[in-house]
Structures are given as C-alpha cells and as structure tokens.
C-alpha cells in the first residue's frame, strides 16, 4: 500500500529564516505531487504541483519555491520567511498519468513563523 | 472545474444518517463529483467518488442525481469522530481545487 510521509509536523521558525520542508512518497511510482497550504481558520490554497521529476508548476507567486529531486520526494522552500507564510503545509499525491484520480493528504507540518 | 456550492454548516444526532448536499449545475460530462473531509488539525481524507452511478464503499455513500447537478454524501450512521468539514469537489483533473466546505457537527 502507498503511504505519504512529512516532516517535521511541527516548526517555528523566525522571520527571514530559510525554509525547508519535506514530503516521500512510498509504494508507488511516477506519483503526481502536489503542496497545498491552509492559513489559520481558512480553506486549502494549492501552491505547488510535479508530474515528474524536474516538472514544477507554481500556482500562486509567492515566497516559496518547490523541487522534486527525486521521483518520490517533494521539497518546499524558502530562503526567506515572512509571516504570512505561517499556516499548515500539506503534501498529497495522486497516480500519474491520464484520467481522473483521487489525491491522498500526507500529515501535513504546521508552521509558525515568529 | 465545475463550481460547487455547500451549506457552510450542519448538525446531526449521533447514530442518525448524515445527508449533505452539494450542487455542482455546471459540472461537465467528463467531471467526477469527489467528497473529502477534514478533521480538525489533519489532512483532508478522501471518502469518495463518482462519475454517474451511486457509489458506495465503507465510509460512505454517493448518491448523483440522474441530471448530475447535484450530490448527496451519506454517512449512514454518524458518530462524533464523523465531526469535520465536509469537501465536495467536481473535477476533470487534478490537482483538486479545495472550497469553504460544510462543517458538519455530530452531537451526542
């Protein structure tokens, strides 16, 4: 069975302090991958998405940028934070390719930038 | 991705069934009707999907109106960890657009 790992679940961070987050994916290949964020109290904002390694679609400008090394790994960053950038961190996947699949949430990592 | 509109909340009697609409007119003929929910502090959970047919699996039930512009998500018996927001997506693609939801109190 696939299972979705991230880490840490929980950080704070100070403002202007770099960032890094991690997402694997096990049991599956050629995931699709995607990074969301929920700010306190609001609804999930996609940030990020990967078809395949090397492959980054943004979908908000923001401070943040993604990576995905590897075919099962999904990094966030940040070389510098601000505090809106505080807010819960989800990684999901999907099976690749053609047709329509349900995405599968990871632990999520919650963040308080200070 | 067609437009989904939910009731922002709703109660029910634990043990009692769990209806929760949705209407998503707009939806296209290649767009599934899925519904996700999330506990509070956790990712959201995938429950269930469907294209035309009703669905069902062992969380829940998906009841699609013959004219597919809306949805009906049943938790036949809910308890009080069924307590959460309630996502009702329809989509053609991934990755999933995320409403406002319905938050769903189930009350002892």
């Known amino acids: 069975s696939q299972t979705i790992h991230q880490w840490p679940a929980t950080l704070v961070q100070p403002v202007g302090s770099p960032l890094s987050l991690e997402c694997t994916v096990e049991?599956?290949?050629?995931?699709?991958l995607y990074w969301y964020r929920q700010a306190a109290g609001r609804g999930l904002q996609l940030l990020f998405y990967?078809?395949?390694?090397?492959?980054i679609s943004s979908e908000v400008p923001q401070n943040l940028s993604a990576s995905r090394p590897q075919d099962r790994q999904f990094i966030l960053s940040s070389k510098k934070l601000l505090l809106s950038d505080s807010g819960f961190y989800l990684c999901?996947?999907?099976?690749?390719?053609?047709?329509?699949?349900?995405?599968?949430f990871g632990p999520g990592t919650r963040l308080t930038v200070t | 991705d067609a437009k989904t509109t939910q009731p922002p909340s709703m109660d029910c009697a634990e043990g009692r069934a769990a209806n929760l609409p949705c209407n998503h007119s707009t939806i296209s003929g290649n767009e599934y009707v899925y519904w996700y929910r999330q506990i509070h502090s956790q990712g959201p959970q995938y429950i269930i999907h469907g294209l035309k047919n009703n669905e069902t699996n062992e969380m829940a039930s998906l009841i699609i109106t013959e004219d597919r512009k809306s949805s009906t998500l049943i938790l036949p018996h809910a308890t009080l960890r069924d307590t959460a927001v309630y996502y009702c997506i329809a989509s053609g693609n991934t990755p999933l657009v995320f409403g406002k939801g319905t938050r769903l109190s189930v009350i002892a």
């Open positions: 999901a996947w999907s099976p690749g390719g053609q047709g329509t699949y349900e995405q599968y």
């Open positions: 049991g599956t290949s050629n995931p699709n």
């Open positions: 990967s078809v395949g390694i090397g492959q």
